[in-house]
């Protein structure tokens, strides 16, 4: 079930027209424990969900996405995949295939798209040209099984490709592993055809947690708290005089606490009754996986470089 698992079985029983048949863990006193709670029941294999559910959420370890992803989508399951989708684009490759061609769905759990502050920017970005982000969290000993790319970086990756909307032209990464086996800290500089620029950081041995992105083009600066969801918002103004910045109009706009688990997961429930595409499809989280890739393999080649001095 995975440390989302929990989380994704509340949301599911409180939805009224969702019937939540069960919850499956290898542990058994946690599948107990969790079907016990929402009145459900439990499961320790989930190849003995099919022929019982319509649709599934995934929230394993990644290195399992794969495997349990084709288990069901070979069985006309359609499925929500937390993200990464896999762990390699010849497995998401795979999905992405098995699920066209049996009209069936894969959504993918990159939350940030359902965060208020994010839905918020859709009619607000218009070709941005310098992107910054920084995404720290304070260790916790989950999801170490892969690298803070996959684990946390990710998530900008997402975001800045669904405002870009651009290929990439090159990439400069470095990182490096600090407690985990894996890479702990990283940075990423992604320049797009377009001519715009991303700079990525992310970490997850940080003594606090942050969650912001900030966003220039010709009209506006952006900048996004997505912990607190809220926006600050400067574009020129010729009404506007004096002030912090002058000729500039300065708005705080702030959101109502979200619950984008909720609304990620309606989502999901809508586009399985409906037939129609997940707002994160199966070849959006490919794509974040592809960039994540690459900047995992430029980290991997300057660590090489580095280590043979």
């Known amino acids: 079930m995975g440390y989302l698992g929990k989380y994704h079985a509340e949301k599911y029983a409180g939805m009224a027209h969702v019937d939540l048949v069960g919850v499956v863990d290898t542990h058994r006193s946690l599948a107990d424990g969790i079907a016990s709670k929402f009145n459900t029941q439990a499961f320790y294999n989930h190849l003995d969900l099919i022929g019982k559910v319509d649709a599934v959420s995934i929230s394993v370890p990644t290195p399992e996405h794969f495997i349990v992803s084709r288990d069901f989508l070979e069985n006309d399951i359609d499925v929500l995949i937390e993200k990464p989708i896999t762990t390699s684009l ?15 769905i894969i959504q993918v759990g ?16 218009k070709k941005p040209m310098f992107i910054e982000s920084h995404r720290l969290s304070i260790f916790k000993d989950r999801c170490t099984d892969v690298s803070v790319v996959l684990d946390l970086m990710i998530h900008d990756i997402d975001i800045i490709l ?15 592993s600090v ?32 969650r912001k992105i900030r966003l ?6 952006v900048s996004v ?14 009404a506007a005089s004096g002030g ?32 129609r595409q997940p707002e994160v499809t199966g070849q ?18 300057t660590s090489t470089r580095y280590a043979s001095f």
């Open 110 to 125: 990159h939350l940030e798209r359902f965060n208020p502050a994010v839905t918020a920017l859709q009619g607000v970005i």
């Open 179 to 210: 407690i985990s086996n894996h890479v702990d800290i990283a940075n990423a500089r992604l320049a797009f055809e377009t001519g715009c620029v991303a700079n990525v950081t992310a970490s997850r041995i940080s003594t606090k947690n942050e």
């Open 90 to 104: 010849a497995e998401a490759n795979e999905l992405i295939h098995l699920a066209e061609s049996r009209g069936l």
């Open 225 to 238: 708290d997505f912990a607190n969801q809220d926006i600050t918002l400067i574009r020129k103004s010729s």
């Open 244 to 275: 912090i910045v002058p000729g500039a109009d300065i708005q705080t706009l702030s959101f109502l606490k979200g619950d984008a688990l909720e609304d990620e997961l309606t989502a999901f429930v809508k586009a399985v009754t409906l037939r």
């Open 162 to 176: 669904n405002f870009v909307k651009s290929d990439i032209k090159t990439i400069h990464a470095s990182g490096i």
């Open 216 to 221: 220039f083009q010709k009209d506006a600066y």
């Open 284 to 301: 959006m989280g490919r794509d974040a996986l592809k960039i994540a890739l690459h900047i995992m393999d430029q980290i991997q080649a």
